[in-house]
């Protein structure tokens, strides 16, 4: 696969099981008003967010979710990236991103 065909994956994951958010937040010292970036990228397919991790350098946090009655369903692997890792991230994927 090419570097370019890589992006373009995951682009797709971005835009299929992706969230892009900006969320305000105030600091106790202060009181200031801060806005805090981040894209996260969540799944029960392992392999896909591995390769978003590592391609952009973040790790790979997973989790038992439950189902509808209760129980414990399938693992969840999730890719959190925040701050200036979404700027890096969105210009490699933008030309590729097509929903978001």
């Known amino acids: 696969m090419t570097d370019k065909e890589i992006l373009a994956y995951l682009a797709g994951l971005v835009d299929g099981e992706g969230s892009i958010n900006i969320t305000q937040y105030k600091i106790q010292s202060n009181k200031k008003v801060r806005?805090?970036?981040?894209?996260?990228?969540?799944?029960?397919?392992?392999?896909?967010?591995?390769?978003?991790?590592?391609?952009?350098?973040?790790?790979?946090?997973?989790r038992h979710y439950k189902n509808n009655y209760g129980k414990y369903g399938r693992i969840l692997y999730t890719c959190d990236a925040a701050w200036h890792g979404c700027e890096r991230i969105l210009k490699a994927l933008l030309p590729y991103l097509i929903i978001k």
């Open 35 to 62: 806005w805090r970036p981040s894209i996260k990228v969540c799944m029960t397919d392992k392999e896909g967010i591995e390769l978003f991790g590592k391609t952009f350098g973040f790790n790979v946090s997973q």
